[in-house]
Structures are given as structure tokens and as C-alpha cells.
T-cell receptor, first 113, second 112 residues
Framework: ETGVTQSPTHLIKTRGQQVTLRCSSQ?????VSWYQQALGQGPQFIFQ???????GRGNFPPRFSGLQFPNYSSELNVNALELDDSALYLC????????????FGEGSRLTVL | DAKTTQPNSMESNEEEPVHLPCNHS???????IHWYRQLPSQGPEYVIH???SNVNNRMASLAIAEDRKSSTLILHRATLRDAAVYYC?????????????FGKGTKLSVKP
């Protein structure tokens, strides 16, 4: 059973650019959620996808968008990058049950210069 | 989701038990209590969760107060590998399944 994998692990972008981060869910998991973790802070919920539809969103602007594919893998896209977007981006997969645990990947570290 | 309050940091000696407290005085009847931990340079890792009764698993035990306004995560014998940030999170059973509200957690240091 493979865990949650994310790519790339590290990347550097400049202000105004766009970035795409990728996530492969744990086998059999149909729900994926994305989090942003700034240095020294706990992760903050960006949004969740279930069966290719967004079904929950945190307090993030529309330039944060996502996709979920039929195989349940997912992408996070961020347009018009700002310096404050520098953070660790975490993907988590789960089964769509009320008390199910989330399985997190190791994250993608984005630096915006 | 209701808020939780945890100490910023705690220290423990290796091979001793550790009790990590969490206050959640505004918990509702449909809130589960979840604990995750995050080791350095890794994503968060599920530890345990419960609703009303105490819970045990291979990693830890969760003791829930009778009024559910507080809980304690118990690591029975701390190891160096247990040094991490521990997050206590409340999640409404009817809420968005993947939406966990993380606070700053408790940074646990384990001394050899």
C-alpha cells in the first residue's frame, strides 16, 4: 500500500508567477484535502475534493484552485504568486467517512522571491 | 469547529510517560477529539481519536474527561522519536471531512 506522495518537494518561484503542485492519494482513498503551513504555524485548510468536486474551502482567495482526477490524484494551482505564499503545502487523503483519519504527504516547500 | 488550548511546549525524559493536556471547553456533542503529531520536516501523522470513552492504540492512549471539556494524550514510554509538535483538534462529525483546524500545538522535547 503506497502512501501519499507529493511533487515537487522543493521549488522556487518569483512573484507573479504560477505554480502547480501534485499529489497522489493513498490507494483506495477518494477524498483529498490541501493545507498551507507557514513557518512556525499549524497547517491551514485550503480546500477539499471528493470525487472530482470541490466540497469544502477554507479562507483562501480564488487564485488558489485545484483539481482532482478520476484516479483521485490531485493538483493545487496558485496564480499570481505573492511573497506570503511561501510555505509548506501539504496534501492529505482519506476515505469519505465522518471520523476517518487523514494521511498526509511530506509536503512541497514553495519559496516565492 | 470549537477551539482547543494546549501548552506551547513540554519536556520529557526518554522512557518516561508523557501526559499532553488539551482544553476544549466549548466542545459540542458531535465533536470528535483528534490528535495528530508532526515530526520535523514531515507532514502531520494521525495519532488517535475519540468521542466520549477513553481510547487506546499502539501509539498512545486518549483520556477524555467525563464532561468532555478536556482530554489528555498519553505516551506511555517516550522515545526520542516522539519529539514532535502534537496537535489536539476537534472535528464535527457532520463537518467537511478533510477540514481539520490546527492550532499551534504542543512542541514536545524528549531528553535522553
Amino acid at each position: 500500500e503506497t502512501g501519499v506522495t507529493q511533487s515537487p518537494t522543493h521549488l522556487i518561484k518569483t512573484r507573479g508567477q504560477q505554480v502547480t503542485l501534485r499529489c497522489s492519494s493513498q490507494s483506495g482513498h477518494n477524498t483529498v484535502s490541501w493545507y498551507q503551513q507557514a513557518l512556525g504555524q499549524g497547517p491551514q485548510f485550503i480546500f477539499q475534493y471528493y470525487r472530482e468536486e470541490e466540497n469544502g474551502r477554507g479562507n483562501f482567495p480564488p487564485r488558489f484552485s485545484g483539481l482532482q482526477f478520476p484516479n483521485y490524484s490531485s493538483e493545487l494551482n496558485v496564480n499570481a504568486l505573492e511573497l506570503d505564499d511561501s510555505a509548506l503545502y501539504l496534501c492529505a487523503s482519506s476515505l469519505a467517512v465522518a471520523s476517518g483519519e487523514l494521511f498526509f504527504g511530506e509536503g512541497s516547500r514553495l519559496t516565492v522571491l | 469547529d470549537a477551539k482547543t488550548t494546549q501548552p506551547n511546549s513540554m519536556e520529557s525524559n526518554e522512557e518516561e510517560p508523557v501526559h499532553l493536556p488539551c482544553n476544549h471547553s466549548t466542545i459540542s456533542g458531535t465533536d470528535y477529539i483528534h490528535w495528530y503529531r508532526q515530526l520535523p520536516s514531515q507532514g502531520p501523522e494521525y495519532v488517535i481519536h475519540g468521542l466520549t470513552s477513553n481510547v487506546n492504540n499502539r501509539m498512545a492512549s486518549l483520556a477524555i474527561a467525563e464532561d468532555r471539556k478536556s482530554s489528555t494524550l498519553i505516551l506511555h514510554r517516550a522515545t526520542l522519536r516522539d519529539a514532535a509538535v502534537y496537535y489536539c483538534i476537534l472535528r464535527d462529525v457532520g463537518g467537511s471531512q478533510g477540514n481539520l483546524i490546527f492550532g499551534k500545538g504542543t512542541k514536545l522535547s524528549v531528553k535522553p
